[in-house]
């Protein structure tokens, strides 16, 4: 367990104030880099968020329950969200391997 960098693994303004209002307990990230180990929490406006979960995974493994958890209402949505947050040259690779973080707010 270690103290993390929020900015490594929470990508941008929007998504830690998402996570902070907890519209978001969960980030899918590209498996090429893993930001942070179950156990491990990170800091965000003065509340300690804990990682509870790292899952290895397809990107097309992902569900309406995932895209939830990210701030999407459904998984179509979600895959929309991707396409506009990456810019154009994204394409949704069902067999993309990807890194899923879940995270909760500590008390």
Same mark, same amino acid.
Do not use: C
């Given at each position: 367990?270690? #103290?993390?960098?929020?900015?490594?693994?929470?990508?941008?303004?929007?998504?830690?104030?998402?996570?902070?209002?907890?519209?978001?307990?969960?980030?899918?990230?590209?498996?090429?880099?893993?930001?942070?180990?179950?156990?491990?929490? $990170?800091?965000? #406006?003065?509340?300690? $968020?804990?990682?509870?979960?790292?899952?290895?995974?397809?990107?097309?493994?992902?569900?309406?329950?995932?895209?939830?958890?990210?701030?999407?209402?459904?998984?179509?949505?979600?895959?929309?969200?991707?396409?506009?947050?990456?810019?154009?040259? $994204?394409?949704?690779?069902?067999?993309?391997?990807?890194?899923?973080?879940? $995270?909760?707010?500590?008390?």
């Amino acid at each position: 367990m270690a #103290e993390i960098d929020v900015d490594a693994l929470l990508p941008n303004g929007h998504v830690k104030q998402a996570v902070q209002d907890g519209e978001i307990t969960q980030l899918t990230r590209g498996a090429g880099t893993q930001y942070a180990e179950a156990g491990d929490t $990170f800091q965000l #406006e003065g509340d300690t $968020f804990e990682v509870v979960e790292v899952e290895a995974r397809k990107l097309g493994d992902m569900t309406d329950a995932d895209a939830e958890r990210e701030g999407s209402p459904t998984l179509d949505a979600y895959k929309a969200r991707m396409k506009r947050a990456h810019g154009g040259n $994204f394409e949704w690779d069902e067999d993309a391997d990807v890194l899923t973080y879940r $995270f909760e707010r500590r008390e």
